[in-house]
């Protein structure tokens, strides 16, 4: 699994770090992902952050 995130959408809106706080961290106006590449004991938060962003600018990427 890898996380990627669309800097042109991303607000910052700290919603992805509120549910992965080990995967990102949210800045003013955008969010940098700490862990690109989380391991499967963090699909469900990841899962729940990219669900919960509200201008849909996270995405999760099967490899």
Do not use: K, W
């Not at 699994?1 to 991303?10: N, Q």
């Not at 607000?11 to 992902?33: L, N, S, Y």
């Not at 862990?35 to 952050?49: C, F, G, I, K, L």
Request: charge should be negative; include cysteine; hydrophobic fraction near 40%.
């Amino acid at each position: 699994m890898r996380v990627e995130v669309d800097l042109d959408l991303c607000q910052g809106h700290g919603m992805c770090e509120m549910e992965a706080p080990d995967v990102f961290a949210a800045h003013r106006d955008h969010v940098e992902i700490l862990n690109p590449n989380p391991d499967e004991s963090q699909r469900a938060a990841v899962t729940a952050a990219v669900q919960y962003c509200p201008t849909q600018a996270l995405r999760i990427v099967e490899d």
